[in-house]
């Protein structure tokens, strides 16, 4: 079974940067869509931002309004991995980040439509 595997996680101050990563071993997520989504304490699951398929690459990546202008998302083709640039941070983006596959971004990132949850990386923002 696929699992995708996240890291990068830490502790940053307000407006520093942090990048996550998000892997996978003997899985291609080049030919596959690629979510990042985050959990805060008391609040749902929520779509961060989504990168297209090399098949789709025409598409540009999905980000969420909350973190359009900060946030970048990008593939390493060799590296078969997908980061997550986060500039600016706030302290309203601390949560579990979490990686995740689907067949497509589709509208706003439906959590349905997305497997293979790696175990989450930690993000606080704080002073």
């Known amino acids: 079974q696929v699992q995708l595997v996240e890291s990068g996680g830490g502790l940053v101050q307000p407006g520093g940067p942090l990048r996550l990563s998000c892997t996978a071993s003997?899985?291609?997520?080049?030919?596959?869509?690629v979510g990042w989504f985050r959990q805060a304490p008391g609040k749902e699951r929520e779509g961060v931002s989504c990168v297209s398929s090399s098949d789709h690459s025409d598409i540009s990546p999905y980000y969420a309004d909350s973190v359009k202008g900060r946030f970048t998302i990008s593939r390493d083709y060799v590296k078969n991995t997908v980061y997550l640039q986060m500039n600016r941070l706030k302290p309203e983006d601390t949560a579990v980040y979490y990686c995740?596959?689907?067949w497509g971004c589709g509208y706003e990132m439906p959590l349905a439509d997305f497997g293979s949850w790696g175990q989450g990386t930690q993000v606080t923002v704080s002073s």
């Open positions: 995740a596959f689907a």
């Open positions: 003997d899985f291609r997520l080049d030919l596959h869509a």
